[in-house]
């Protein structure tokens, strides 16, 4: 599809990059399973020579995530981790970060027992304010990495705000993207320079694939994060990017049920003598609500909620009574599913840290999947009583 950036969103993500095969008008994009390519003479071939570097159905889909983020650039890689390590390794030793003290359990893993023993030191702050990043501004930062919304608190970070701030002291900004997609929030229009995404979670949609994509605008960033890629290789295999094409194609479809669905049940939590607390953006008196409404379309569903009184055992025995909502890590797919993230995903944080975040044991994270609501209010209902 050419100049896809006159087209809308749903069209964009039926067509962009998929155009029908030259060969034989096949109007899905085959799945180049091969890892080399034939040459004429050496170096001499039709723009692929090796499959790490270049495989046509992975660039199929590099296309269309890119467009759905109105980018010029996409690099696809073999999981959403693969692609943080890929930002971090633009640094140097010394060099430092300003990023979220709630952050994916994955990526604070990685920044703290990976590259901080590459020298490079990471400053995990409270964002939602982003006048604070200011304070931490040294003439060695280089990145602020922010997540948005927030994973498991649903904080709300202004990604306007930060990109002054990027532009003023000449920093990269890198907005981890995964719980809006792009469907919600499109972050360069914003002024990041860089949008990461774990493609494992709403745009494949369908909890069958691992894989994390870059997107930018500026091509001399695109250049060296391309090199990252090829050069360390967590590159994504043709099979995985076939099923991810083929699940984008309802991504606006399915970000619209998940909207509604995740609004019906923050409601239904909220009046619920069972719950302290609840953790979801679309509420007015979320302390970031305003900046959500201005740099998101609509609120998702991501809820995350504070049990009363419960214990762990008890905490334990609620998150594993649901019939309709699956316990298991991930987010994102068709199916809802109920996550505890002191034990699960925030496992790797200590203790005080995460409970500093607000990651307490009685917290339980729902990702709202796309099924009839009314069988996941009655679930709710059957195990809160
Ligand atoms: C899942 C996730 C990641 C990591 O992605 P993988 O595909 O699991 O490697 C990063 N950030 C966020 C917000 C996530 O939810």
Not at 74 to 92: A, H, N, Q, W
Not at 180 to 194: D, R
Request: with cysteine; net charge neutral.
């Amino acid at each position: 599809m050419s100049n896809s950036k006159s087209y809308k969103f749903g069209t964009k993500a039926i067509h962009a990059g998929a155009d029908p095969d030259p060969s034989t008008g096949a109007i899905m994009t085959p799945i180049f399973q091969t890892s080399t390519f034939v040459q004429e003479s050496p170096g001499k071939h039709k723009g692929y020579a090796y499959a790490r570097g270049k495989n046509p159905t992975r660039e199929a889909l590099q296309k269309n995530i890119a467009a759905l983020e109105n980018a010029k650039h996409c690099l696809c890689f073999s999981s959403g981790m693969g692609s943080v390590d890929t930002v971090i390794k633009l640094l140097r030793p010394g060099d430092e970060v300003i990023t979220g003290d709630d952050l994916y359990g994955g990526s604070y893993r990685m920044f703290t027992k990976v590259f901080a023993n590459y020298g490079i030191k990471f400053h995990f702050i409270n964002m939602t304010n982003a006048s604070n990043i200011e304070k931490y501004i040294t003439k060695n930062t280089k990145l602020i990495w922010a997540e948005t919304p927030t994973n498991p608190t649903m904080q709300i970070i202004d990604i306007e705000a930060c990109g002054k701030i990027a532009k003023q002291h000449n920093l990269i900004l890198a907005v981890d993207n995964t719980f809006a997609s792009p469907y919600l929030q499109n972050p360069l229009a914003l002024g990041a320079h860089i949008v990461m995404h774990s493609v494992t979670k709403y745009l494949g949609g369908h909890s069958d694939v691992v894989m994390g994509a870059l997107v930018m605008d500026d091509d001399k960033l695109y250049e060296q994060l391309a090199f990252i890629h090829n050069s360390c290789g967590a590159t994504p295999g043709p099979m995985d990017s076939f099923l991810v094409m083929r699940g984008i194609k309802t991504l606006h479809l399915r970000m619209e049920r998940h909207c509604f669905n995740g609004r019906k049940i923050a409601e239904f939590l909220k009046a619920h003598t069972k719950i302290e607390k609840i953790y979801w953006p679309g509420f007015t008196d979320h302390p970031n609500h305003e900046i959500a409404k201005k740099q998101m379309k609509d609120f998702g569903g991501m809820i995350s909620i504070v049990l009363k009184g419960a214990d762990l055992e008890e905490t334990f025995r609620i998150a594993s009574s649901f019939k309709v909502f699956s316990l298991a890590e991930s987010l994102g797919g068709v199916e809802s599913l109920i996550n505890h993230p002191a034990t699960m995903t925030h496992a790797s944080i200590p203790k005080e840290e995460r409970e500093r975040a607000g990651v307490v044991d009685n917290l339980l994270r729902l990702s709202v999947g796309v099924e009839d609501v009314e069988d996941l209010i009655d679930d709710l209902k059957n195990v809160l009583g």
